[in-house]
Structure formats: structure tokens, C-alpha cells
């Protein structure tokens, strides 16, 4: 879900210069327009890793807007002062009135993280903490609270190189302690705790915006803005205001386009030059491992759920066969997904993608698969906003079932470049035994291109989770995609043998 | 929360025959309607304890309406056929289709609470899969499916005098096994994790209705009743309809009046007659061991919070004095609870309340509490209906982390009889120094008795938790009602000291 924090966003100083006072105008007017309405209050929470820049955000928004009307909360995990009362009683107290706006730099998510990070806690006790604050949100929404949460993400060696910098200067040197390098070494335990607690508490009434750290200007362009969305949605009395408030049934979700515009899609290599002789070398090993791999004896007590996704002409159906001549012709399904049929229909969505979860010993090769809620049914307007929009949560409740109970998960998306997609199209027109293979519909959904890339975007960032993580493939070299397509497939499946 | 379904509910024989065969016309005409229109599905869960009737209530219902399309699961917890799939596999397989019944005796709850008894998981491995249940259901909800969910409940007393009945008689001995007589006597432990379990997953769209399972004719009444009106309201399009299938924001939750109208506020013993030499022995006695706990040296690591509620001139006053006659005046404060300020409206319901809480060592009195929400505010209508159904849980939630965190909760509901408070409030107009005690709004609220008495058991059902029961005190007689007060309290301390 980091993916694309991690993609080196940047904003050049000119048009920060530009962009910055205009910024400045607009979230003063927005501040004072909450404060004499008083009709909500706003919460600003900014956490993340060390380094990541909460301490300048924070100062930045204080710069930006009226700090008499700003208050700050920095609140230690050490529950002070509590004098026996329950720790969530510091945040009350906390609380701004309507009209008020308040930031934490430290809030209810502190503790939780530290515990379980510190083993002090089992995942179960994260989740019962996470329930607390999911009700404790809740709790603030309907009561008319705008709450706004960012996480400040930094991948390890970025926030190695920030230690770095900040001890180099004798000014900063005191802002790095010993325990942020104990937590630099630490890094990945904080990374998948807080992947699973964002994650767990990114609703829709009050979703993270997770942002690149790295570059001021980037997280400073970004807070400001998203803030000043909010604010202005809000107070302008928009949909997307009410969305803010209390999750309306048929209101799209928040979808944060990055102020740089870079997206994952964008920043993924689509081109990987291969000689034909390299490839079936490598095509040939690949093959080998994989069968090895479904041959093996613990192999009969797990199963294998393979999701392939991508856009129009990728290349999914090459891929598929490269992977199914490397499996025992009684191990595995390959199942085609198609719009659901009437009886389908009469049930919930995922009825019909139990029914093919796969027994153990086996393999189910999805073509298309659940997905297919969040991009076709989502951009064809086939299904209503609040179908896909709760579809994320619940794909990621399914696949969390299936890897609970042993099941291998791995999913694939190809992509390939619009031109070469163009290229792909026209030669199928041409090579009369491709003919089939395309259809007006393909060029209608090349149509709507810009729409597809978003959805896949925020399906990504989204669904790729610790234990099923999405392998984005550059397909515009079919040779490559095949390789990386086996090549993630025994690669899942020797790690969990 | 079981208060209510231990009443000694019951139809007489010529009640019941007399409305079944309408009840059952109705069932079977409400079927046929969802059967035709296809516009969504039912599921229905009937669970709770053993011997509370789960199976005759299955048999009853496929009697009452057409099996054909009344689909039955009987869904053991051992899992088998699963052959590595994940446990919800089974469920989701045996989901209705739109136009589709289907009745599940052994569902998604009963492995968690069964794992739970046996101790096999931690109670925050319990909410993890309370979680689970939540979203599973939450989904079904979203998809359009009719979710209700009967539990059958018995005292220990009845469940152990039902095995001996089914025992003695030769036809039905079979039916009671050495697992039940061993669940018997681990009553205590089921009871306490269904009340867990019922009370979170107890949701607006789906709530639990919880059936004493004691009289055959009571309990088929009651589900036959419940299943009708459900149907009823959702094929009708009746707001309450909407609320079954998607909670909105503004319409009431659905409130059980039990078919023969026997509440649990009905069934509270107002008269107990005292004499005032024994109250004041009593009296003495009681307020020295209340001093004395509140003097112990663990106390000073503990706090209180001592709940006062009752009805008008219900004498929590003279309660209150009572107990602080007995405490250190250091040590207490007695919070007298009004209409919310501006400031307090503001700022989210509880934000005074959390104010309020006390330090270790400390004593909070609150002479009327945040069960305003609940009882004024619902009644006079000062809150929107969203705003008191989702009291309830936010009061849970608060009380629960109050306890979490070692402070003492006690909670009060002082009852007079229509007739006792008409003579007090006369009493109150011809004494003068009593004049002040009496106003317009006492007169206002008398005129309102009815909607308040099903605003405290409601209340009573939904907040009388295991950690945080109320004491409800009949209290035509004053003398009582202070001894039991204060019992109430000395108690509550000492065990926890």
C-alpha cells in the first residue's frame, strides 16, 4: 500500500514559489470561514515514521494558517498525568469545539503501533485496539467532526539517509537518538504494523493520505492542499464534503490524485528487451521449477489461488498458457470471468468466486477474476459507487481468509503502453486467426483509458497488501511478461513450501 | 442484557391458538411475496443455548411456512468437506439467492463461541473474529439480504430442568448427551462470551432478538411475530424495512415489545416494607463498611463512578446523601447532570462526561449521567434519532474503558409507581420547603410515563452489562430503596478491593 509513497514525488521550487501563496490565501479563508460558521470541528492528525517530516508539516501548517485558531497536541505514548483514568481520556480532553481546529503530532494510533511493534501486544490485541479507535472515529464523525489523517512514509534507506543528514548538522544533530536508530533496524516490523493498521483504519468517512516524505515541497503542497480540499468540500457543502461527515451510501470515495501527478502505472517500466534465445532458456527453467514446486509433498496440503489482471491485449492469455504447460493437466482450473449470469447476480458479489476457491492440492488460475468489481464494473458505471467503493474492504477480507487457511495468493496485473496496445489491436485486425480476439468493445475500453489507469492506480494501492501484494509487469515485451508471471509464481509458491 | 427474556414470558393455549393460524397465513403470504418479487434474500439465525428450543423453532417455522422454498442449514462446527478451504467457504456456499429463505441452526457464531468456552482463543482472538462477523454481515446488508438473527435463551435452572424432562422420557433421552450436561455446568462461561458476543455483534441493521426460551407457545410467537414483521416492513417498504437492510442515518432502531407485553421494569418489585428502627440499623451498619472500603488501602489505587438514574421523585437524592454521609468529604463529588451547555454542545456527547472522571483514589457521583442521551433526550426528543441509537454503544464503549482501566462503575435505577410518584409530587406542592423539588417539567414528564418506560427498558437491555449491570431498585419505599443503594455500592468496592 506504500507503492506509491514510494515513487520519488517531487516539486520543483518554481512552482512551489507560484504555487505556495495562493495555497496560503485559500487555507485562511477556509480556517476563518470554519471558525466564525463553528458548524464542525476539524481534527488533523500527521503521524508516521521518524524523519518523515511530521515536525516540519506541523510547523508548516501553523505558518500556513492562523495558529490562534490552530491548536497543536503533541501527546507521548507515555500517558501522563492520567492519574489512573482510561489513556483515551487525554484525547477527549483534547478535543476541539466546533469552529476549531486541532492538530496531533502523536495521537491514538502512537501507542497501539509502539506495543505491537514492541511485541507487548498479539495482532489480536492490535485488532481490539483497532476496533476502539474505528468506534472512537466513528464516534467523532457523527458528531459532526471532519478528521483528516496523513502518514508520513519514508522507505528505509530514505529515512537512513535523513538520519544522516540531520546528524551531519550540528544544529539538527539533537533530533536523532538512539531510538530512532533502534527504530531504523527496526524498520520493517514498523512497516508492516502499520501497513495492517492503516489499512484497518483507512474508512471512507475518514481515509489516510499517505504521503511521500522525502521531498518538503511535495509533503508540504500536498497536507496544504488535501486539507484545503476537505475544508472547502466541506464547507462548500459539496458531496465530497458530506463523504468527510458520515460515508453517504452513494458517495464516491475520496481519490487523492498526487499534486505531481505521478502515479504507480506512470512510474513502471514498461519496455524489458529479451532475445527470443534468452527467453526460452529462461522459459524453460522457469517451467521446470514451477512443476518441481506443484510436485512437491507439502504441496499437497496448500492450494494456489492466481489472479491475472491487465489491460486490453497485456498478454494475460500467453502468460496463462505459459504457467498451465508447466502444471499436471489435473492440478489446476483455468477460470475465464466473464459479467456474472443472472444467478450470479442474485447473490453477493463474491458468491461466485468461493464457490471456486480451490481444495487443497490444487491450482485455480483466474482470467479476469474479482477485480473486475473495481475497474470494469467501476469505470462502465455497471454496478453503483457503493458496490465498488466497499468492494476494496471486502476483496481484502476474502483474500485475508484464503491466506489465513494456507492458500498461496498472487495476482498479476500487465501492463502495456497505449501505443503498443494500439499496435496489439491492429495486428489482431489483421492476422485473420486473431480476428476473434478483438472486438468493438476493446476499442471502447480503450477509450476510456484515463479512467481505467485511475482505478487501476487506486485499486493498487488499495489491495496490494503485505500478504498478496499486486506484481506489476511492463508487458510491452510479451517474452518479459511470461518470465515475470512464472517467475513471481514459483517464487510464491517455493517461499511457502 | 438477558434481563428481559428472564421474566417467566408466556401465551396461554387459547391465546396462542387463536393467532397462529392468522400468523401463519401471514408468514406464508409475506413468503410467497419475497419468493416472487426476488428483490432480495433471507437469512435467518437461530442459535443460543441447548435445550432452548433451536429445533423446534426450525420445525416450526418450516411448518408454518412452505419448506420448498425455506432453505435449512444445520451447519456442524467440525468443518467438514472443507479440504483446506477457508471455514466461511460453507456458509457462503449456502447462501439464498434473491427470492430465497434460508434458515441456519449452527452458523457463523457458533465455532467462535464454542472456541472461545473451551478457551481455545484469547478473548482478543474472540473480537478478531467478532470482526469477521461484522463485515460478513455488514456485506450480506449491503447486498440486499434480510439478516435475523434469534437467540434462544434459558437460566441455568430452566436449561438443567429442560435436560431432565427430554431425559426422562424415553422418545427424547437421545436428545441430551453428556456434552450438554458438561455445557451445564459450564453455564457461567457460555453465558458471559454469548453476552460479549450478542451485545458487539448486535448491530441496527442486524440486531440480535433475544428469546426466553422457556414456553414453546412464547417463543414461536415471538420469532413467528418478528420473522413477519421483517419481511412485512421490507416488502412494504416501511422505513423500518430500510433499517434491516441499511441502517440510515435518521430512522429508529427497531424496538421488540415482547408478544405478551411483559417487561422487565413490570416485573420489578416496587414495595418492600421496612420498618425505620430496622432501616436504621440497616443504615449504620451499611454506611460503616461503605467508609471502611473507601478507607482500605487498595482503594486508593482505584476510583468510582457511581451512576444515580430513576424516575422522578424517584428519591435519588436522599439516596445520594445516604452514601456521602458515609465519605470522607475529600474523597467525593457529587455531579449534578442538566441540559448541556453551549460549550458542552460544542463538542461531542460524552466530551463532559470524560471530563469528569475521576482520579484514583476518587468518588464521582452523578446524580442523573450520560443515560440522559437515552432517556430525556430520546423521549423530549432534544437529539435526533441518530444521535440516541447510537448512545448505546458509545455508552458501552465509555463504561467499558472506565472498568478497563480499574475504576469501579455502578449504576442505579430508582422505580416508583405511577401512583407513589403522583402522591411525592403532591407531597412535594403542599409542604413548602418541598415546593422547589416540584416544577412544570415533573408534571410534563408524568404525561409522558409510557414512552419513558420503554425508553429504561430499552436502555436496561442495551447497556446492563456484565462489567456494568444495573441495580434496579424498586422504590415505593424509601428506606429500601437507600439500604439497597448503599448494599449496592459496599458491595461493588469490596469485591473489587
Known amino acids: 500500500m506504500f507503492e506509491s509513497a514510494e515513487l520519488g514525488h517531487e516539486i520543483d521550487k518554481d512552482r512551489y514559489e507560484t504555487e505556495v501563496p495562493e495555497l496560503r490565501t485559500a487555507l485562511l479563508a477556509a480556517q476563518y470561514e470554519v471558525v466564525k460558521k463553528q458548524a464542525f470541528s476539524v481534527v488533523i492528525l500527521i503521524a508516521g515514521v521518524d524523519g518523515g517530516g511530521k515536525g516540519d508539516t506541523l510547523n508548516t501548517l501553523n505558518e500556513w494558517m492562523d495558529p490562534r485558531h490552530l491548536q497543536t497536541n503533541a501527546i507521548r505514548p507515555v500517558n501522563e498525568g492520567l492519574e489512573g483514568r482510561p489513556p483515551m481520556w487525554q484525547f477527549w480532553r483534547a478535543l476541539p469545539k466546533k469552529g476549531g481546529l486541532a492538530v496531533f503530532v502523536g495521537s491514538w494510533y502512537t501507542a497501539p503501533l509502539l506495543r505491537r511493534v514492541y511485541r507487548e501486544t498479539t495482532t489480536a490485541e492490535l485488532d481490539q485496539e ?62 508492516s504494523t502499520a501497513q495492517h493498521l492503516l489499512r484497518s483504519t483507512s474508512t471512507a468517512a475518514a481515509p489516510w493520505l499517505i504521503v511521500e516524505g522525502t521531498d518538503e515541497r511535495y509533503r508540504n503542497l500536498t497536507v496544504g492542499t488535501a486539507v484545503l480540499t476537505a475544508l472547502r468540500a466541506l464547507l462548500d457543502g459539496r458531496p465530497e464534503g458530506r463523504v468527510l461527515r458520515a460515508a453517504p451510501v452513494e458517495a464516491a470515495p475520496r481519490t487523492f490524485v498526487p499534486v505531481d501527478g505521478k502515479t504507480v502505472l506512470d512510474a513502471l517500466e514498461l519496455d524489458h528487451p529479451i ?115 466497499r468492494a476494496y474492504g471486502e476483496i481484502n477480507d476474502f483474500e485475508e481468509q484464503l491466506i489465513d487457511h494456507g492458500i498461496i495468493v498472487v495476482k498479476f496485473w500487465l501492463q502495456i503502453s497505449k501505443d503498443e496496445q494500439l499496435r496489439r489491436f491492429e495486428e489482431r485486425q489483421q492476422v485473420p486467426y486473431k480476428q476473434h480476439k ?52 514459483v517464487e510464491s509458491i517455493e517461499a511457502a513450501l
Chains 1, 2 share one sequence.
Request: aromatic share 10%.
Open 275 to 389: 532475445t527470443k534465445d534468452e527467453y526460452q532458456d529462461e522459459l524453460a527453467r522457469l517451467q521446470g521449477r514451477l512443476n518441481m514446486a506443484t510436485r512437491h509433498k507439502r504441496f499437497e496440503k496448500r492450494s494456489v489461488v492466481a489472479v491475472f489482471e491487465g489491460a486490453d491485449a497485456g498478454g494475460k492469455g500467453g502468460a496463462i498458457r505459459r504457467v498451465t504447460q508447466a502444471l499436471d493437466a489435473r492440478k489446476y482450473d483455468v477460470i475465464p470471468i466473464a459479467a456474472p449470469s443472472d444467478e450470479d447476480k442474485a447473490r453477493p458479489y463474491l458468491w461466485r468466486f468461493w464457490r471456486q476457491v480451490p481444495q487443497r492440492g490444487r491450482i485455480a488460475i483466474f482470467d479476469r477474476s474479482w477485480y473486475g468489481r473495481v475497474l470494469v464494473e467501476r469505470v462502465e458505471e455497471l454496478c453503483r459507487v457503493s458496490g465498488w467503493a
Open 438 to 489: 478483438i472486438t468493438d468493445e476493446d476499442w471502447r475500453n480503450r477509450d476510456k483509458w484515463d479512467a481505467y489507469h485511475d482505478a487501476v492506480c487506486e485499486m493498487i494501492d488499495r489491495t496490494s497488501t503485505e500478504a498478496a501484494p499486486w506484481t506489476l509487469i511492463g508487458a510491452n515485451n510479451k517474452y518479459h511478461a511470461r518470465l515475470a508471471v512464472l517467475r513471481g509464481m
Open 130 to 191: 483497532i476496533d476502539d479507535i474505528l468506534r472512537f472515529e466513528r464516534m467523532l464523525i457523527d458528531e459532526g467532526t471532519l478528521v483528516l489523517k496523513f502518514w508520513l512514509h519514508l522507505t528505509k534507506a530514505q529515512q537512513r539517509k535523513r538520519f544522516k543528514k540531520l546528524e551531519k548538522d550540528a544544529r539538527t544533530a539533537w533530533r536523532v537518538g538512539p531510538t530512532d536508530w533502534k527504530h531504523l533496524a527496526m524498520y520493517k516490523k514498523f512497516q
